[in-house]
């Protein structure tokens, strides 16, 4: 039997004492479609999707660009993007639009669509379930393969009359091959790009990773019962709001040290992916995958 230390056990107690502390004052907005798309001049629709296992996914959609022809008829190619772990569909949306793939997208005339995994901000509801009750989160990446992707394909495809494109990042990309080895996607999509794929975490070489993996944290939180990954929700992202403003603290070092060398973001840029990241998934989920 493994044995567990406690200490990150006690540092994320300790995390949450900091963060709760601090959640009054600081609130994040989540709508995606007001806070990222509209302000940068874009036409967004908000959509939901009900799978069949309950889960209520929330969708965005761009129907078209910002110059040019925009009429409502199903003209333009359907795109879906989906994200990877511990994001959601803002991920495309955070850098300008001459750099954001679903705004180029949109420009080139594709009809936009951005998937949220369920757990994300936009993806909590359940037909029977609240995402506070510890069954919410009996998933993992399987159930995604299984249920969330052909539930959004059907829903797309049927919308609007045509199959789908798909670009899929990281998780994106095991759940989007699962699906289709499962034969679950064979009539609905058009055709694939998978950006970073992955099958599982324990390659990874950055510290937070590397340490998260070898100390079992994961599998601590679900021992101690805590479905929700990261456990802090929205305590985490104001925890990191407190940090990034906090004198000396290089934001860039600390998502470094969870991603890897970043190139490509700016500090504007930054400041939007600290308001939405992370996005909660299942800690079932983060054991699958370690």
């Known amino acids: 039997m493994r044995k567990f230390p406690s200490a990150s056990i006690l540092f994320f107690m300790a995390l949450v004492c900091v963060a709760g502390a601090a959640q009054t004052s600081l609130g994040i907005d989540s709508g995606i ?10 036409t967004c629709q908000k959509h939901q999707v009900t799978t069949e296992d309950g ?7 761009i129907p078209y660009g910002r110059y040019g022809n925009k009429s409502t008829t199903n003209t333009r190619p359907p795109v879906l993007l989906q994200h990877g772990l511990l994001t959601d569909a803002a991920s495309w949306l955070l850098n300008s639009p001459n750099q954001a793939l679903a705004f180029i997208l949109a420009d080139k005339g594709f009809d936009v669509w951005l998937a949220n995994t369920r757990g994300t901000d936009s993806s909590r509801g359940h037909k029977s379930l609240s995402a506070s009750d510890p069954a919410y ?9 299984t249920y969330d992707l052909p539930a959004l394909f059907d829903y797309v495809n049927n919308h609007t009359g045509q199959q789908s494109h798909y670009v899929g990042h990281s998780l994106g990309t095991l759940t989007v091959l699962a699906a289709l080895s499962q034969q679950k996607l064979r009539n609905s999509i058009r055709s694939a790009a998978l950006l970073s794929p992955i099958a599982h975490l324990r390659h ?10 070898q100390t079992y944290m994961a599998e601590q939180f679900y021992i101690y019962g805590l479905r929700e990954f990261p456990p802090l929700g929205q305590l985490e992202q104001t925890l990191q709001t407190i940090l990034c403003i906090h004198p000396g603290v290089e934001c ?13 973001l700016n500090p504007s840029s930054l400041a939007l992916y600290y308001r939405h990241t992370p996005q909660s998934t299942s800690t079932k989920n983060v054991v699958h995958l370690s």
Do not use: D, H
């Open 33 to 42: 479609c007001k806070s990222l798309v509209e302000t940068q001049g874009y």
């Open 55 to 61: 889960y209520i996914l929330g969708l965005q959609r």
């Open 137 to 145: 989160w009996e998933w993992t990446w399987e159930q995604l393969a």
């Open 204 to 213: 990874i070489s950055t510290p937070f990773v590397r340490v998260s993996t």
């Open 252 to 264: 860039s070092n600390i998502m470094a040290a969870i991603t890897g060398p970043n190139c490509c």
